[in-house]
């Protein structure tokens, strides 16, 4: 499995389009009719219409998002999933919490620019003193934001 999707849903109309440029042109010659639960049924024989189709902008497609994903995509989920990682080391080596915690903690950080929101510290996270709170948001610009 690789891991292309991210690329194709970032780009979704053209991947659509470029599955239409063979379909729209071979549709005149397809019989069909659709069935009442919404699908179609295909009537005629249609194996000679795709069995040597010309899929160059179909595999030219599928190469550009390969190329993102190595050089875009993988590289920002390693940096990441280096980055939580810090940060989940940094807040469980001062203070005890489950992992799903830490990652409610990770959104409202990410979520507020590195800050707990008053409603987070005064909600779920009412049990962390005022200093554990100044401390998991310097942990977490150390490892979000570089600082």
Request: charged residues 30%.
């Amino acid at each position: 499995m690789f891991p292309n999707s991210n690329a194709i849903l970032e780009r979704i109309e053209e991947y659509r389009r470029v599955l239409e440029s063979h379909s729209r042109r071979i549709l005149l010659f397809v019989d069909w009719c659709a069935t009442p639960a919404g699908n179609v049924d295909v009537l005629s024989d249609t194996s000679h219409l795709s069995r040597y189709f010309d899929a160059t902008p179909h595999a030219e497609f599928l190469m550009s998002c390969v190329r993102q994903t190595i050089e875009i995509d993988l590289p920002w989920e390693v940096a990441f999933l280096r980055s939580h990682d810090r940060f989940k080391a940094g807040v469980e080596a001062f203070v005890e919490m489950p992992d799903k915690t830490i990652d409610l903690l990770y959104h409202f950080l990410s979520q507020n620019d590195g800050r707990l929101s008053k409603r987070a510290r005064e909600g779920e996270f009412a049990l962390m003193t005022a200093p554990e709170v100044e401390k998991v948001e310097k942990v977490y610009s150390e490892a979000f934001l570089g600082d």
